[in-house]
T-cell receptor, first 113, second 116 residues
Framework: AQSVAQPEDQVNVAEGNPLTVKCTYS??????LFWYVQYPNRGLQFLLK??????LVKGSYGFEAEFNKSQTSFHLKKPSALVSDSALYFC???????????FGGGTRLMVKP | KAGVTQTPRYLIKTRGQQVTLSCSPI?????VSWYQQTPGQGLQFLFE???????NKGNFPGRFSGRQFSNSRSEMNVSTLELGDSALYLC???????????????FGPGTRLTVL
């Protein structure tokens, strides 16, 4: 069975500082990894994905994520946080067996001015 | 291109009633998936449809069902509602199921169901 873990319920960072939101996964076969962001009363907005190739994936709004196969991790990063980045972030995974996404529990990112 | 749309956005029902939620995928997308989001259980997969056929089903009771129409629009139905069914129900569409895991799912705004 697939599983995704986001070890931090909340991450606090000052505006302008770099941010990292952590994610580890357990997927049989080749993993396909995704990050989504959710703002209040909204659906999930796609940020980026890792399918194959370069371990550093660049996505929307200046976010990037680093795939690390040996550590089974896919951490989300941004060099300089904005207050508007404050939201709920979800890591998700699937494999070649189908289209079902398995989500982590979510991490609330709070960026303070 | 218009995104995934879901109707209604909000619903209030009482225990024992049934409810139908609707989802229109992004134009050209053929796969539609449904997820339930609750504070306690997080995001859980309900089912996926492609070409009017259910391809995958999550671990939910038979009270939860769905269907897909020839234009790829999808509906999900919950019968005999329970208090625990209160949740945000999210629909996601993707381009082409047969690409398997590589497809990106794009989510709608969700339907907030409250069961009293």
């Amino acid at each position: 069975a697939q599983s995704v873990a986001q070890p931090e319920d909340q991450v606090n960072v000052a505006e302008g500082n770099p941010l990292t939101v952590k994610c580890t996964y357990s997927v049989s076969g080749n993993p396909y990894l995704f990050w989504y962001v959710q703002y209040p009363n909204r659906g999930l907005q796609f940020l980026l994905k890792y399918i194959t190739g370069d371990n550093l994936v660049k996505g929307s709004y200046g976010f990037e994520a680093e795939f690390n196969k040996s550590q089974t991790s896919f951490h989300l990063k941004k060099p300089s946080a904005l207050v508007s980045d404050s939201a709920l972030y979800f890591c998700a995974a699937k494999n070649n067996a189908g289209n079902m996404l398995t989500f982590g529990g979510g991490t609330r990112l709070m960026v303070k001015p | 291109k218009a995104g995934v749309t879901q109707t209604p956005r909000y619903l209030i029902k009482t225990r024992g009633q049934q409810v139908t939620l609707s989802c229109s995928p992004i134009s050209g997308h053929r796969s539609v998936s449904w997820y339930q989001q609750t504070p306690g259980q997080g995001l859980q997969f309900l089912f996926e449809y492609f070409s009017e056929t259910q391809r995958n089903k999550g671990n939910f009771p038979g009270r939860f069902s769905g269907r897909q129409f020839s234009n790829s629009r999808s509906e999900m139905n919950v019968s005999t509602l329970e208090l625990g069914d209160s949740a945000l129900y999210l629909c996601a569409s993707s381009l082409f199921f047969q690409r398997g895991g590589q497809d990106t799912q794009y989510f709608g705004p969700g339907t907030r169901l409250t069961v009293l």
